[in-house]
């Protein structure tokens, strides 16, 4: 941070200053992780400065070779860690490797089959408010009322009754495991194309701790950001007849120029991805969860679906009396990190919601287990029953901070917030 402290103190006292609060605050936020400083320093590498439309081999910028090694590199450990027989690293975002999938085999006014944003979905899978909504008639699934798992014989019924050229699996906020066949199957009776955004659970799929949608699905989308405990971009895999649209789609159908050093940082996240203590992280994340599911439960709250199979804990506050913003408020006073979420069939607005959405992924990558998820429960329970408290709250606070500070984050320095 030399640099920084010769030209622009004032970002870098913000980058301390939010240093200090990842270091000081529980963050169990589903879609968040702590990526190690490695992946921090390819992002700030001379990457950054090289500016290469195109792909290996076929740019439209001179001085590539050295970008070119770099991005067959990562395409080649996507392809490895996820089994896949192509992979396009460009995409800047989640919503981008989404958008490159559709540009590739879409026309607008084609119908998809995807999961309800109200029910754990996600915006780019057509929903009105994205723009996927407007190119593309969208036609959504839902959870089953009574157990709150995916509804297969729903999604059968509509897709032969919509008939969409591409059905979409993968959510948001869905705490149990997808039947990737069961869609496979469904989609090969209308012969439409199957699409996973595996965006959340990417690094319990990389670990080989839950199912890959990999072998059924003719496209795969994902964050590097989340359980992946990478740089924030996105990827898509896809099967290798898709290869050339795939990749004429990112670019110049939805994308310029790709960012190098995210392309670079996504090589040393799939790199650290095959490591055991990838692998340990992601198994204790799942455990974790179940077992913070299962003290809240005890402590009286609701789980969604009744428990959970993955880094996601979605909590129904209705029976506790209390709303999901107000929830979301009271802990993030004591220091732990949620968000609000809606539920299926939530008598709330979004912005209001019945519920609250736990992920594991960034207390597991401090180190903690399941001691500290029972005791974490417990604190939650403290923080929600009486928020207005003062004795109570500032003890749940004294005693988060005590439990960042016995699990710093890895490879934290003190003042910068990350190595030196
Ligand atoms: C299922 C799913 N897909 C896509 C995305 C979007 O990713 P991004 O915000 O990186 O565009 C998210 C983000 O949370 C997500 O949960």
Redesign the pocket.
């Known amino acids: 941070m030399d640099f920084l402290e010769r030209d622009d103190r004032e970002v870098l006292e913000l980058i301390r200053k939010e240093g200090l609060r990842q270091r000081m605050t529980l963050n169990m936020i589903a879609?968040e992780n702590t990526a190690p400083p490695s992946i921090l320093d390819a992002l700030g590498s001379v990457f950054n400065n090289k500016t290469a439309e195109g792909y290996p081999g076929r740019r439209y910028h001179t001085g590539c070779r050295v970008t070119d090694e770099l991005e067959l590199l990562a395409v080649g450990r996507a392809k490895s860690l996820f089994h896949a027989e192509h992979a396009n690293v460009q995409p800047h975002?989640?919503?981008?490797a989404?958008l490159g999938v559709y540009q590739a085999v879409l026309r607008p006014g084609d119908a998809l089959l995807s999961m309800k944003l109200s029910h754990g979905g996600?915006l780019?899978h057509g929903d009105p408010a994205s723009l996927t909504g407007r190119v593309y008639r969208s036609f959504h699934y839902g959870v089953k009322a009574d157990t709150e798992f995916l509804d297969y014989d729903e999604i059968r019924a509509l897709a032969l009754k919509h008939r969409p050229r591409m059905i979409v699996a993968?959510?948001?906020s869905y705490p149990r495991l997808i039947d990737y066949g069961a869609f496979r199957s469904i989609a090969d009776e209308i012969s439409a194309y199957f699409l996973v955004?595996m965006?959340?659970i990417a690094g319990l799929v990389a670990a080989c701790v839950i199912p890959s949608p990999v072998p059924h699905a003719d496209f795969v989308?994902f964050?590097t950001?989340?359980t992946m405990m990478g740089p924030?971009g996105?990827i898509i895999l896809c099967k290798g007849k898709y290869a050339n649209k795939i990749d004429r789609a990112v670019f110049p159908g939805t994308q310029g120029t790709p960012t190098l050093s995210l392309v670079a940082a996504k090589a040393v996240c799939f790199n650290l991805a095959t490591t055991p203590r990838f692998i340990e992280v992601q198994q204790r994340t799942v455990r974790n969860a179940a077992v913070l599911c299962e003290a809240l439960k005890v402590k009286g709250y609701r789980p969604v679906s009744g428990g959970t199979d993955n880094h996601l804990v979605l909590l129904d506050l209705r029976g506790k009396g209390l709303k999901g913003d107000a929830a979301e408020r009271a802990l993030e006073d004591v220091g732990i990190l949620t968000n609000r979420n809606v539920i299926p069939f939530d008598p709330e607005s979004t912005k209001t919601t019945s519920g609250l959405r736990f992920g594991t992924a960034g207390v597991t990558v401090r180190g903690m287990g399941e001691g500290e998820m029972e005791k974490i429960a417990g604190l939650i329970d403290l923080a929600l029953t009486s928020p207005q408290e003062r004795d109570v709250t500032n003890r749940v606070k004294e005693e988060v901070g005590a439990l960042c500070l016995r699990f710093p984050l890895p490879g934290f320095a003190e003042e910068e917030g990350r190595d030196p």
């Open positions: 879609a975002s989640g919503v981008n989404n996600h780019s993968g959510a948001s955004d965006a959340h989308t964050t950001y989340k924030h996105g």
